[in-house]
């Protein structure tokens, strides 16, 4: 299985992760940690990029406003991951936008001083590097999913990215915590849509549902969408 979610997981909280002591005393002094509420944006779609964020705690949806003006989600964010570096490596706007789902704390690091770091930790460097080059190919992935699959197959899939990511530090599973607008935008439907094939996979036994959370019951009827192996 570590090589599927590897494919749909940007990867980005072993920026900092993979650096060793020296030089994470180097970004921890010029690291600003900020409260943000649930519903506030880290950074908004055509806004000017003022830095980088890593998250303390907490959720973080990553967006994009389609054509039509309708939302598109094609990430959730979650502890550790490091955020907004595209814009502001490439010197442009915002092509997306970032949202707290809950209340949330994130080490913010300024423009100035992330191209510093960038300039005195070539670990650092080569990481972001690689780390763009990688996220790439998640975001064709996940457009390759949206496309392709139906929907309980997309729904499948999501479910079992997400209780990956959402997962305990000791790797047990929370189970799923997303409103059913936010889920049924992440796989491309609508709530009605989702509501019908929640019901189906609950009626399945695959999953059950606590108030909002889903968990996941049985992963051998999911896997069987994705024709994967428990031991892959």
Do not use: W
């Amino acid at each position: 299985m570590k090589n599927f979610f590897n494919q749909f997981d940007f990867q980005s909280d072993r920026l900092f992760g993979e650096l060793n002591y020296a030089e994470k005393r180097f970004v921890n002094k010029v690291i600003e940690t900020l409260p943000i509420k649930k519903g506030s944006m880290l950074f908004y779609e055509d806004g000017i990029p003022t830095g980088v964020f890593q998250l303390k705690s907490g959720r973080a949806k990553k967006s994009k406003r389609g054509f039509s003006g309708e939302e598109q989600i094609f990430y959730i964010y979650t502890k550790d991951d490091v955020l907004g570096y595209h814009a502001l490596l490439g010197e442009e706007r915002y092509q997306d936008s970032c949202e707290a789902l809950e209340d949330m704390e994130v080490n913010f690091i300024s423009k100035s001083n992330f191209l510093k770091l960038l300039e005195d930790i070539p670990r650092l460097r080569r990481g972001v590097v690689k780390n763009i080059a990688h996220e790439f190919g998640v975001l064709a992935n996940t457009i390759a999913v949206l496309a392709q699959k139906d929907q309980n197959t997309r729904l499948a899939i999501f479910l079992l990215l997400l209780e990956n990511r959402f997962k305990q530090d000791d790797g047990e599973p929370t189970g799923i915590d997303l409103t059913r607008e936010d889920l049924a935008n992440l796989i491309g439907t609508s709530p009605e849509s989702l509501g019908r094939s929640l019901k189906q996979f609950k009626d399945q036994g695959i999953i059950r549902i606590e108030k909002r959370i889903i968990h996941i019951q049985n992963r051998e009827m999911l896997l069987q969408f994705l024709n994967l192996d428990l031991t892959i």
